[in-house]
């Protein structure tokens, strides 16, 4: 059993930055890809990031791409979300999954242990 933890998230102005951290506690990361996913009221729970713990290999939703950076620290056993250029519509509660295969990424239904979620609000 793999627990996550979420920190980071906050009240930021367009343009700002934060950078979101999911800790895991029980087991190590080793093995698993680690998602971000975010939902926003009244929508469906989006995938935004994900990094394979072994290759480093990333993957980004296109909104995305360019602004958020996904990474991981072994010594920690934490996956960040470096969040720069932030924007209204990154508005969101943010979620760290985590899963044991590199397949269907996007959907959120795949992933096995899931974090509590910390709040992204970003004014205009």
């Known amino acids: 059993q793999v627990q996550l933890v979420e920190s980071g998230g906050g009240l930021v102005q367009a343009g700002g930055s934060l950078r979101l951290s999911c800790a895991a506690s029980?087991?190590?990361?080793?093995?698993?890809?680690v998602g971000w996913f975010r939902q926003a009221p009244g929508k469906e729970r989006d995938f935004v990031a994900a990094i394979s713990w072994s290759t480093t290999g990333t993957v980004y939703t296109d909104s995305v791409k360019g602004r958020f950076t996904i990474s991981r620290d072994i010594a920690k056993n934490t996956v960040y979300l470096q969040m720069n250029s932030l924007k209204p519509e990154d508005t969101a509660v943010y979620y760290c999954a985590a899963k044991r295969v590199w397949t269907d990424y996007l959907n959120p239904h795949g992933y096995d242990f899931w974090g509590q979620g910390t709040q992204v609000t970003v004014s205009s």
């Open positions: 029980g087991r190590t990361f080793s093995g698993y890809i």
